[in-house]
Every structure is written in structure tokens, then in C-alpha cells.
């Protein structure tokens, strides 16, 4: 089950606009944010949510899609997230998050897959931008950007030929995304 929830969990950048995200589905994401381990248990991560058409065009903007697809300048209308989780740290909590951002980001994907939802993770942003758009306080400082919603392209895991890590997208958009093979990341030492 594990197994398959991973591999279900891709970075899908194209959805079904149309199909909305609740904010209880959002919160129920965050929850398991929430109870996912933090270094030393500060909990120092905030998130603002939004699912709403208005503030979602104030985000969008300010997101870098995918640099190894340089033509291609993100969703367009209509294959834009309905939901965004943007993840924060309160600075006066602790200034160094760790891993706990990662652990986070995680635990919100593998549940929205659960729910039949997909993600991607951009820490790719113009952070100043979003802060302004947003009227975040500067004592949170934004780590990533979570888009959410109904996925509207096939992704499709394949082993790396020659060693080329490039995902890159087939005559019919289907998003290809190579993988190391398991014996190469298991040291013998």
C-alpha cells in the first residue's frame, strides 16, 4: 500500500482547474503535517492555504514550473492547481528548519494522493513577490510552494538510460521521469 502511494505521488503539473480542493481537505492535509516529526520538536512550520479562484491568481504568478522544460512557461488556464499549501517557518521559533519542510511536504503529498489528488513541490518561487501578494509577515519565511488538485496528465516512472536525469514530456504530454536504478544508490562498503 506504502509503495504504491509513492509511487502514485509524482510531480504532476497540469490539473483539473475546474475541480476544487475543499479547505477541509486542506486542513485535513496540514493535520497530517502537523503530526509528522519536527527537529527537536520546535513545530516551528506555518502554512497559508488557499483555495479560492482570487487568491490563487495572486500565486500563481510567482512560480517557476519546471526548469528542465524551458520552453514550457507553466499551466495554462483551466490546467492551473485549484488549491496551493504554502509552507512557512516562523523565524522566531527557530531560524533553521532542518528537514522538517521535506518531512512535511511528504506527509501532504502522500495524502493528497490518498485522496485521489496530486501535487508538486516548487521551491522554484519569487518569494518576494508571493510576500507582497500575500501580506506575509516578515518574521515567516516562505521555504515551498504546494500545488494541489486533480491531476490532468499521465506521469510515468522509467528506468534512466545513460545516466540522463531529465523528465521530459512525449508527443502525447505524458511526463516521463527517469529513475536510478535500486543497485546504484546501495553502497557496498
Not at 486542513?27 to 503535517?33: E, N, Q
Request: proline share 4%.
Amino acid at each position: 500500500m506504502m509503495k504504491e502511494l509513492i509511487r502514485k505521488n509524482r510531480s504532476y503539473r497540469r490539473f483539473r482547474e475546474d475541480e476544487s480542493v475543499s479547505m477541509e481537505a486542506l486542513k485535513g492535509l496540514v493535520d497530517l503535517a502537523r503530526l509528522s516529526p519536527s527537529s527537536a520538536n520546535l513545530q516551528p512550520l506555518r502554512y497559508i492555504l488557499s483555495n479560492e479562484a482570487e487568491k490563487n491568481a495572486l500565486i500563481f504568478p510567482h512560480l517557476k514550473w519546471a526548469g528542465y522544460l524551458k520552453e514550457w512557461q507553466g499551466p495554462v488556464e483551466g490546467e492551473r492547481p485549484s488549491a496551493y499549501i504554502i509552507v512557512l517557518t516562523d523565524t522566531e521559533i527557530s531560524k533553521t528548519v532542518n528537514c522538517d519542510h521535506g518531512i512535511a511536504a511528504q506527509s501532504i503529498l502522500l495524502g493528497a494522493v490518498e485522496q485521489g489528488l496530486g501535487g508538486c513541490i516548487l521551491s522554484s518561487a519569487d518569494r518576494e513577490g508571493l510576500r507582497k501578494n500575500l501580506k506575509i509577515p516578515a518574521k515567516f519565511e516562505i521555504l515551498l510552494v504546494i500545488a494541489l488538485g486533480r491531476p490532468k496528465e499521465t506521469v510515468v516512472i522509467e528506468e534512466m538510460a545513460g545516466g540522463d536525469v531529465k523528465y521530459w514530456r512525449d508527443e502525447e504530454q505524458a511526463h516521463h521521469v527517469p529513475k536510478r536504478k535500486l543497485s546504484e544508490l546501495i553502497l557496498k562498503l
